[in-house]
């Protein structure tokens, strides 16, 4: 099983990135799919989720309005698109896999949000 993040990186407030988590060695469209992000100082925090066939998706009060979550399953990859980037933003972004006992996480990528 592997999650590999990518996209991360450092950008001015209110600019935008689009993070990106391929999954491979599990069957993916069968798994729940979540963003969570992890600042120094701060609990780890669930950011967005997609459930699969991408049918419910939930945002935290945070990010809601400025992130978005979507998933191709053909492709074996999630996407966050996050725009009007705050200083807040910065953290570890990690890609998470849930179903039922099975929990599978990224090793995380930077975003950094500073002019």
């Known amino acids: 099983v592997q999650l590999v993040e990518s996209g991360g990186g450092l950008v001015q407030p209110g600019g935008s990135l689009r993070l990106s988590c391929a999954a491979s060695?599990?069957?993916?469209?069968?798994?729940?799919m979540r963003w969570f992000r992890h600042a120094p100082g701060k609990e780890r925090e669930l950011v967005a989720r997609?459930?699969?066939?991408?049918?419910?998706?939930y945002y935290a009060d945070s990010v809601k309005g400025r992130f978005t979550i979507s998933r191709v399953d053909a492709k074996n990859t999630v996407y966050l698109q996050m725009d009007s980037l705050k200083p807040e933003d910065t953290a570890v972004y990690y890609c998470?896999?849930?179903?039922?006992?099975?929990?599978?996480w990224g090793p995380g990528t930077q975003v950094t949000v500073s002019s």
């Open positions: 060695g599990f069957t993916f469209s069968s798994f729940t």
């Open positions: 997609i459930s699969e066939s991408s049918s419910d998706t």
């Open positions: 998470n896999a849930w179903r039922w006992a099975y929990d599978y």
